[in-house]
């Protein structure tokens, strides 16, 4: 099939080209465009019929004119990869930006990649560690997971993110993940932090970076985070590696989404973004997880920046549902000089009951992590109805969660961005905090965890 | 025309085909590896097929091929404990034809067609029999029998009929017509199954949550819808229904979900014991997993796949209990496929008959009399999942319009960590009327009054709340104040439930009553001991109430409860000569 080219562009739309009268073209085929200038433009088949073919273009339609020459190539894309791809950076089309060689292919993989079969998925059960209080005590991260952080622009998602990745690790073991870093449309300034970070901590010698930053042509990141995932796939499935897959920002990504579907003359759903993008967005998603019999797992962290700080905006709507929990980033909190500035209380984990207990962190942490986030919870609540009545109209248990809703602000949530606390730590620290409020109010607390780590108790 | 045309366009899961002879609904194979398909659109000769796996890589110019029949399920012994993907084809078989990842293009029998089940006869030869009678048993699993019935497009005069040792293709009776039954059926899952009259639900479907059982009860053969943002447990929800009510079948469909989700069901389900009969869950339950990521057309059949089989069940006499999570993928998918057959949309791009699908799919709930003369229900309890949580949009109120019972999840209560996390001030059942005499006879006479005193505590408690957040709630007069701890205590010992808990997970309905009754003596006894003098502070912290909230999460409650209120009412009363 590969070989003839056609001159037959009818009509260029946007990212889409539109020609006729060609042999029958395979739907999602890659295609390649060679311009009058001898330049090479790659896409993909998105629509195909006997008279008519829409081809989405990666590098944007510029300079495409009705004598450009248009080549099928015959199979769908796929990504060469290798166990070579760690250490190495690509850009969003999978092609090295290093200035090192081209990847050669141990295999190539379909970008698109298989639903994995829910019965031969094996529950995520292992707790990891990112050494961040919040995350550890109240939304604990499990291998194997998808956990977004939801943010918005000015807030220091990029550093959380980067601590995580430093500092993941699971309890009582050294064990490295490999780090799949996903660029989708953020600024060169952006790209350089993590770059220099990764290669600072010498992460980046364990990482595979797939880089579109925001001047490249936007159709391009469709397809990063596929070559992200299915390099991710392949190093985590065939060669047992646990991966940690960040990819920023998906805001970007679903905007593009929303490009391609404007220029087709789809009936938009909400916001003008796709109908399908719930399904786009869970072909992403739901590549994370452990299959049976394989050794490797695929822990990701997507960020994305909720548009004007807005939860209900239909990308981290349609994110959180198919995400297992997200991590909120606060801009009151990071007003306030708080870092790391999460909001634990929108935020959440739902694997988290898998993975807490007394074989995996301690026994007392189901406890804890609720009456903390109870406490913290009506503490919040309180501080609303003080500025109406003022602090005299309490009574003493109120007072106390009040003022237990600042220290836990102050001390539990605050550390520094180096700062990689154990989980014993981080619950320790929750009972010297809790001892601030009278026990008979605590009462989520199991008696014996009581008796057994109130620092009353304990000394 | 013949029954073979060839690919004319392709655009994601909508495919065109021409020079094909095809009806509505028609399943066909397409492409070379013929993968599976439905007509859904006619144009003069093109027929508009959705594709039921992915379709990367099709060229226009390959065939496809009619198969003449419509969307169909195998209906027979081996359905129970299978878990399916949406067009019936068990996952575990899946997974020994193409491994951890789902590829394309393999067939799969719904059940084993080889294992011999012991067929045993209930009619005799010479008895008149017409569709949907029942004429012999299987006992299927340990708790369930199967009930072999005629098909219910057949009637006629048993000519002969044999108990034994059979597989489900095998004819185990002939009628004097010539036609055979065997013990599997097929049956179109886009039509309603026949039955003969259908009635008004009278019997309570008994969850074991407090919540739902208590205030907003679901009668057996009725519907409820689970609208909820992410994260305020609609999940968790449908899972305790699908693991403690007294239904006895329960088909479980994750449409468009998460795979961990499915995952944990998986592999947490065959190890449940159901509180009803002791025996393992799995052997009444049938699953359906469909995940957001695998093909979304399947996810659309997933719904209908899943209502047949509960039919089919309920046609046998059983009470059966489906739960669809979650609606609002279904609907999405309807979107999908709309928007790519270039449909004129409605409401925020869901197509226009999406209101009247969602009330065809919640009407095949019911209490019915079956072809057989028996009594049989399906209950339909479908999740919604509103986008940011806003229910004023078409999905959540196409659904409100039909179902009688409204369990409205609330992201606050869920950020409280109050859970199950049902709003008990905008939720509602339609059902307590129909319901209530049941309850008289079977829990106790002045169960409906209870009720009502409880839910009215709830009401009083908002409103006093609102006065509670300009003045604080030391300036109330100590009526209202103790007014506010019963409120605080039927939130906090009643209405919450840890759904994860060994105990408290499953609450017993007799128990349910004692422990209203409960806050009640709590209140009478308060209430007479600040009127003779005692101090709200010293009547709220009796060691014996702290015992009694905590006493839900000990085995054998229900026996030591009693003992444990009059324990509290005497200390309440012993308040008074402290002072």
Same mark, same amino acid.
């Given at each position: 099939?590969?070989?003839?080219?056609?001159?037959?562009?009818?009509?260029?739309?946007?990212?889409?080209?539109?020609?006729?009268?060609?042999?029958?073209?395979?739907?999602?085929?890659?295609?390649?465009?060679?311009?009058?200038?001898?330049?090479?433009?790659?896409?993909?088949?998105?629509?195909?019929?006997?008279?008519?073919?829409?081809?989405?273009? =990666?590098?944007?339609?510029?300079?495409?004119?009705?004598?450009?020459?248009?080549?099928?190539?015959?199979?769908?894309?796929?990504?060469?990869?290798?166990?070579?791809?760690?250490?190495?950076?690509?850009?969003?089309?999978?092609?090295?930006?290093?200035?090192?060689?081209?990847?050669?292919?141990?295999?190539?993989?379909?970008?698109?990649?298989?639903?994995?079969?829910?019965?031969?998925?094996?529950?995520?059960?292992?707790?990891?560690?990112?050494?961040?209080?919040?995350?550890?005590?109240?939304?604990?991260?499990?291998?194997?997971?998808?956990?977004?952080?939801?943010?918005?622009?000015?807030?220091?998602?990029?550093?959380?993110?980067?601590?995580?990745?430093?500092?993941?690790?699971?309890?009582?073991?050294?064990?490295?993940?490999?780090?799949?870093?996903?660029?989708?449309?953020?600024?060169?300034?952006?790209?350089?932090? =993590?770059?220099?970070?990764?290669?600072?901590?010498?992460?980046?010698?364990?990482?595979?970076?797939?880089?579109?930053?925001?001047?490249?042509?936007?159709?391009?990141?469709?397809?990063?985070?596929?070559?992200?995932?299915?390099?991710?796939?392949?190093?985590? =499935?065939?060669?047992?590696?646990?991966?940690?897959?960040?990819?920023?920002?998906?805001?970007?990504?679903?905007?593009?989404?929303?490009?391609?579907?404007?220029?087709?003359?789809?009936?938009?759903?909400?916001?003008?973004?796709?109908?399908?993008?719930?399904?786009?967005?869970?072909?992403?998603?739901?590549?994370?997880?452990?299959?049976? #019999?394989?050794?490797?797992?695929?822990?990701?962290?997507?960020?994305?920046?909720?548009?004007?700080?807005?939860?209900?905006?239909?990308?981290?709507?349609?994110?959180?549902?198919?995400?297992?929990?997200?991590?909120?980033?606060?801009?009151?909190?990071?007003?306030?000089?708080?870092?790391?500035?999460?909001?634990?209380?929108?935020?959440?984990?739902?694997?988290? #009951?898998?993975?807490?207990?007394?074989?995996?962190?301690?026994?007392?942490?189901?406890?804890?992590?609720?009456?903390?986030?109870?406490?913290?919870?009506?503490?919040?609540?309180?501080?609303?109805?003080?500025?109406?009545?003022?602090?005299?109209?309490?009574?003493?248990?109120?007072?106390?969660?009040?003022? =237990?809703?600042?220290?836990?602000?102050?001390?539990?949530?605050?550390?520094?961005?180096?700062?990689?606390?154990?989980?014993?730590?981080?619950?320790?620290?929750?009972?010297?905090?809790?001892?601030?409020?009278?026990?008979?109010?605590?009462?989520?607390?199991?008696?014996?965890?009581?008796?057994?780590?109130?620092?009353?108790?304990?000394? | 025309?013949?029954?073979?045309?060839?690919?004319?366009?392709?655009?994601?899961?909508?495919?065109?085909?021409?020079?094909?002879?095809?009806?509505?609904?028609?399943?066909?194979?397409?492409?070379?590896?013929?993968?599976?398909?439905?007509?859904?659109?006619?144009?003069?000769?093109?027929?508009?097929?959705?594709?039921?796996?992915?379709?990367?890589?099709?060229?226009?110019?390959?065939?496809?091929?009619?198969?003449?029949?419509?969307?169909?399920?195998?209906?027979?012994?081996?359905?129970?404990?299978?878990?399916?993907?949406?067009?019936?084809?068990?996952?575990?078989?899946?997974?020994?034809?193409?491994?951890?990842?789902?590829?394309?293009?393999?067939?799969?029998?719904?059940?084993? $067609?080889?294992?011999?089940?012991?067929?045993?006869?209930?009619?005799?030869?010479?008895?008149?029999?017409?569709?949907?009678?029942?004429?012999?048993?299987?006992?299927?699993?340990?708790?369930?029998?199967?009930?072999?019935?005629?098909?219910?497009?057949?009637?006629?005069?048993?000519?002969?009929?044999?108990?034994?040792?059979?597989?489900?293709?095998?004819?185990?009776?002939? $009628?004097?017509?010539?036609?055979?039954?065997?013990?599997?059926?097929?049956?179109?899952?886009?039509?309603?199954?026949?039955?003969?009259?259908?009635?008004?639900?009278?019997?309570?479907?008994?969850?074991?949550?407090?919540?739902?059982?208590?205030?907003?009860?679901?009668?057996?053969?009725?519907?409820?819808?689970?609208?909820?943002?992410?994260?305020?447990?609609?999940?968790?929800?449908?899972?305790?229904?699908?693991?403690?009510?007294?239904?006895?079948?329960?088909?479980?469909?994750?449409?468009?979900?998460?795979?961990?989700?499915?995952?944990?069901?998986?592999?947490?389900?065959?190890? $449940?014991?159901?509180?009803?009969?002791?025996?393992?869950?799995?052997?009444?339950?049938?699953?359906?997993?469909?995940?957001?990521?695998?093909?979304?057309?399947?996810?659309?059949?997933?719904?209908?796949?899943?209502?047949?089989?509960?039919?089919?069940?309920?046609?046998?006499?059983?009470?059966?209990?489906?739960?669809?999570?979650?609606?609002?993928?279904?609907?999405?998918?309807?979107?999908?496929?709309?928007?790519?057959?270039?449909?004129?949309?409605?409401?925020?791009?869901?197509?226009?008959?999406?209101?009247?699908?969602?009330?065809?799919?919640?009407?095949?709930?019911?209490?019915?009399?079956?072809?057989?003369?028996?009594?049989?229900?399906?209950?339909?309890?479908?999740?919604?999942?509103?986008?940011?949580?806003?229910?004023?949009?078409?999905?959540?109120?196409?659904?409100?319009?039909?179902?009688?019972?409204?369990?409205?999840?609330?992201?606050?209560?869920?950020?409280?960590?109050?859970?199950?996390?049902?709003?008990?001030?905008?939720?509602?059942?339609?059902?307590?009327?129909?319901?209530?005499?049941?309850?008289?006879?079977?829990?106790?006479?002045?169960?409906?009054?209870?009720?009502?005193?409880?839910?009215?505590?709830?009401?009083?408690?908002?409103?006093?709340?609102?006065?509670?957040?300009?003045?604080?709630?030391?300036?109330?007069?100590?009526?209202?104040?103790?007014?506010?701890?019963?409120?605080?205590?039927?939130?906090?010992?009643? $209405?919450?439930?840890?759904?994860?808990?060994?105990?408290?997970?499953?609450?017993?309905?007799?128990?349910?009553?004692?422990?209203?009754?409960?806050?009640?003596?709590?209140?009478?006894?308060?209430?007479?001991?600040?009127?003779?003098?005692?101090?709200?502070?010293?009547?709220?912290?009796?060691?014996?109430?702290?015992?009694?909230?905590?006493?839900?999460?000990?085995?054998?409650?229900?026996?030591?409860?009693?003992?444990?209120?009059?324990?509290?009412?005497?200390?309440?009363?012993?308040?008074?000569?402290?002072?």
């Amino acid at each position: 099939m590969t070989g003839k080219e056609y001159r037959t562009i009818t009509d260029v739309k946007g990212p889409l080209v539109f020609l006729n009268k060609t042999e029958p073209v395979a739907f999602g085929e890659i295609v390649t465009i060679r311009l009058a200038d001898g330049s090479i433009k790659n896409g993909q088949v998105l629509d195909t019929s006997d008279d008519l073919v829409i081809v989405q273009v =990666f590098e944007g339609t510029a300079k495409i004119d009705r004598t450009a020459g248009v080549t099928f190539m015959g199979d769908v894309f796929k990504l060469p990869v290798s166990k070579d791809l760690v250490g190495r950076i690509l850009d969003g089309a999978g092609r090295p930006r290093d200035g090192g060689p081209d990847i050669v292919a141990e295999e190539n993989a379909d970008i698109i990649g298989a639903a994995i079969n829910p019965f031969s998925r094996q529950s995520p059960h292992d707790f990891i560690q990112t050494g961040i209080s919040a995350i550890d005590c109240c939304t604990t991260l499990v291998r194997g997971q998808k956990l977004p952080i939801f943010s918005a622009s000015g807030l220091p998602h990029n550093d959380i993110a980067l601590q995580i990745a430093r500092q993941a690790k699971l309890k009582g073991s050294d064990e490295q993940f490999i780090v799949v870093f996903c660029a989708m449309g953020i600024t060169a300034e952006e790209y350089n932090f =993590f770059r220099s970070d990764l290669e600072r901590t010498g992460a980046l010698e364990n990482a595979a970076l797939f880089v579109n930053l925001a001047d490249d042509p936007a159709v391009e990141r469709i397809i990063t985070p596929r070559l992200a995932l299915t390099a991710a796939e392949y190093l985590a =499935f065939e060669h047992d590696y646990h991966v940690l897959v960040i990819y920023t920002d998906m805001t970007n990504y679903c905007d593009a989404l929303r490009q391609i579907g404007a220029a087709r003359e789809e009936v938009p759903g909400r916001r003008g973004y796709p109908g399908y993008m719930y399904t786009d967005l869970a072909m992403l998603y739901e590549r994370a997880g452990i299959v049976k #019999g394989k050794k490797g797992s695929i822990t990701q962290f997507p960020i994305l920046t909720m548009p004007g700080d807005d939860i209900t905006h239909p990308i981290p709507d349609l994110s959180g549902y198919i995400t297992e929990g997200q991590i909120v980033i606060s801009r009151e909190l990071h007003q306030q000089g708080i870092y790391p500035p999460i909001n634990v209380l929108p935020s959440l984990s739902r694997l988290m #009951g898998s993975c807490i207990g007394a074989d995996t962190t301690r026994e007392d942490h189901k406890s804890v992590s609720d009456q903390m986030y109870a406490a913290y919870a009506q503490g919040r609540e309180l501080r609303g109805l003080v500025a109406i009545v003022g602090e005299d109209a309490l009574n003493e248990r109120d007072k106390q969660l009040l003022d =237990f809703s600042g220290v836990f602000e102050d001390r539990f949530l605050r550390q520094s961005r180096d700062e990689d606390r154990s989980i014993d730590e981080t619950l320790d620290l929750c009972w010297e905090l809790m001892s601030s409020i009278d026990t008979k109010y605590l009462v989520r607390l199991d008696q014996k965890w009581i008796e057994k780590y109130h620092p009353d108790n304990k000394a | 025309m013949s029954k073979e045309g060839v690919i004319y366009r392709i655009s994601g899961p909508v495919v065109t085909a021409t020079g094909m002879s095809a009806g509505m609904y028609d399943v066909v194979r397409v492409g070379d590896e013929g993968l599976m398909g439905e007509v859904i659109e006619l144009h003069g000769e093109k027929a508009v097929i959705q594709v039921y796996e992915d379709t990367s890589g099709i060229r226009p110019g390959e065939p496809v091929i009619n198969t003449g029949e419509t969307l169909s399920v195998s209906l027979g012994p081996g359905l129970l404990t299978q878990i399916y993907d949406g067009i019936q084809r068990p996952l575990p078989t899946l997974e020994e034809v193409m491994g951890v990842f789902i590829t394309r293009g393999v067939d799969a029998d719904a059940f084993d $067609l080889e294992k011999k089940w012991t067929f045993e006869a209930v009619v005799e030869k010479g008895a008149a029999v017409e569709g949907g009678q029942v004429i012999g048993h299987v006992q299927e699993t340990e708790t369930i029998v199967h009930k072999i019935m005629v098909p219910p497009t057949m009637s006629g005069v048993v000519k002969n009929i044999k108990s034994g040792d059979f597989n489900v293709t095998e004819t185990v009776c002939t $009628l004097e017509d010539g036609s055979e039954i065997q013990m599997m059926q097929k049956w179109p899952v886009r039509t309603p199954r026949p039955y003969r009259q259908k009635y008004a639900p009278d019997t309570p479907l008994i969850t074991g949550m407090r919540i739902l059982d208590f205030l907003f009860p679901l009668a057996k053969g009725g519907a409820a819808g689970i609208p909820g943002p992410f994260g305020s447990g609609k999940t968790v929800t449908q899972q305790s229904l699908a693991k403690y009510s007294d239904a006895q079948i329960v088909v479980y469909i994750g449409c468009g979900e998460r795979g961990n989700e499915m995952t944990e069901v998986l592999d947490e389900f065959p190890h $449940l014991i159901d509180p009803n009969t002791g025996k393992p869950l799995m052997n009444r339950t049938v699953m359906i997993a469909n995940t957001s990521n695998m093909p979304v057309a399947a996810r659309e059949a997933s719904v209908y796949t899943g209502i047949t089989i509960a039919e089919y069940f309920r046609d046998m006499g059983y009470d059966v209990a489906l739960m669809a999570d979650s609606t609002s993928r279904w609907a999405e998918a309807m979107r999908e496929i709309s928007s790519r057959l270039e449909e004129m949309p409605g409401e925020e791009g869901y197509p226009a008959y999406l209101s009247s699908r969602i009330a065809e799919f919640y009407e095949r709930a019911g209490r019915v009399e079956t072809k057989n003369g028996d009594d049989g229900s399906v209950t339909v309890i479908g999740a919604v999942s509103p986008p940011g949580g806003d229910i004023s949009e078409p999905v959540s109120q196409g659904t409100l319009r039909i179902v009688k019972v409204f369990w409205g999840l609330d992201a606050g209560l869920a950020r409280q960590r109050h859970f199950p996390a049902i709003n008990w001030l905008n939720s509602y059942s339609l059902y307590p009327q129909s319901l209530n005499q049941w309850f008289r006879d079977n829990i106790a006479q002045d169960f409906p009054e209870i009720r009502t005193q409880i839910s009215g505590l709830l009401q009083i408690e908002a409103e006093l709340q609102e006065i509670v957040q300009l003045v604080g709630s030391d300036a109330l007069p100590v009526d209202q104040q103790l007014t506010l701890e019963v409120a605080r205590m039927i939130r906090e010992f009643f $209405l919450q439930q840890n759904g994860f808990h060994d105990v408290d997970a499953y609450c017993d309905i007799n128990l349910q009553y004692s422990m209203s009754k409960a806050i009640l003596s709590f209140q009478e006894a308060a209430k007479n001991a600040m009127a003779a003098g005692a101090q709200l502070n010293d009547v709220v912290n009796v060691p014996a109430r702290t015992a009694l909230m905590r006493g839900r999460f000990e085995k054998g409650y229900i026996d030591t409860i009693d003992d444990m209120v009059k324990t509290m009412v005497d200390e309440i009363g012993a308040t008074v000569e402290d002072n």
